[in-house]
T-cell receptor
Framework: DVKVTQSSRYLVKRTGEKVFLECVQDMDHENMFWYRQDPGLGLRLIYFSYDVKMKEKGDIPEGYSVSREKKERFSLILESASTNQTSMYLC????????????FGNGTRLTVT | QQQVKQSPQSLIVQKGGISIINCAYENTAFDYFPWYQQFPGKGPALLIAIRPDVSEKKEGRFTISFNKSAKQFSLHIMDSQPGDSATYFCAASSQDSSYKLIFGSGTRLLVRP
């Protein structure tokens, strides 16, 4: 079974802090994604990566950056956390073939106070 | 701009009944339409998917109906069970951006015993 592991289940940070969300997958997937899940808005893509050191902006990249130094690890960085970034963050991975299923982690609930 | 519109936002069905969730899309280039199922505390997981060259796909109690001319697709859950209680997301992607799934806003399904 594919395992996508997000380092924290719950995280509470203060406004202005730099926040790192870590994600690791164990299936040698080429693609990795960060989504944000908010009630009534579904899943919105923040950033994705189709190879090591490669990254592409998703639909809502403002206020976020990412890092992919190793194939299995994809980090989401909030440079200066704000209260409107309070949300559930989901990491996912997939093979590099078209329409390969996404495998999601269980999410990190981030609260910015 | 919401490219995939999902309804209803929530749905309550009695055990044994039929659950129906609808999605409509705008981009005629979309050529892959998956449904993801998410249980509380877990990440979404692929449930079933369809391509526009067929009008229906069935897997067990789950069926996708696809209407290309109307740009709509729906998920039918036959003989709904309490274990089907979850949030369901429709999604769509196109060949020219096959890594990027556009998700609907989600439907919270509760199946009463």
């Amino acid at each position: 079974d594919v395992k996508v592991t997000q380092s924290s289940r719950y995280l509470v940070k203060r406004t202005g802090e730099k926040v790192f969300l870590e994600c690791v997958q164990d299936m040698d997937h080429e693609n990795m994604f960060w989504y944000r899940q908010d009630p009534g808005l579904g899943l919105r893509l923040i950033y994705f990566s189709y190879d090591v050191k490669m990254k592409e902006k998703g639909d809502i990249p403002e206020g976020y950056s990412v890092s992919r130094e190793k194939k299995e690890r994809f980090s989401l960085i909030l440079e200066s956390a704000s209260t409107n970034q309070t949300s559930m963050y989901l990491c996912a991975s997939s093979f590099g073939t078209a329409n390969s299923p996404l495998h999601f982690g269980n999410g990190t609930r981030l609260t910015v106070t | 701009q919401q490219q995939v519109k999902q309804s209803p936002q929530s749905l309550i069905v009695q055990k044994g009944g039929i659950s129906i969730i609808n999605c409509a899309y705008e981009n005629t280039a979309f050529d892959y339409f998956p449904w993801y199922q998410q249980f509380p505390g877990k990440g979404p997981a692929l449930l079933i998917a369809i391509r526009p060259d067929v009008s229906e796909k069935k897997e067990g109690r789950f069926t996708i109906s696809f209407n290309k001319s109307a740009k709509q697709f729906s998920l039918h859950i036959m003989d709904s069970q309490p274990g089907d209680s979850a949030t369901y997301f429709c999604a769509a992607s196109s060949q020219d951006s096959s890594y990027k799934l556009i998700f609907g806003s989600g439907t919270r399904l509760l199946v009463r015993p």
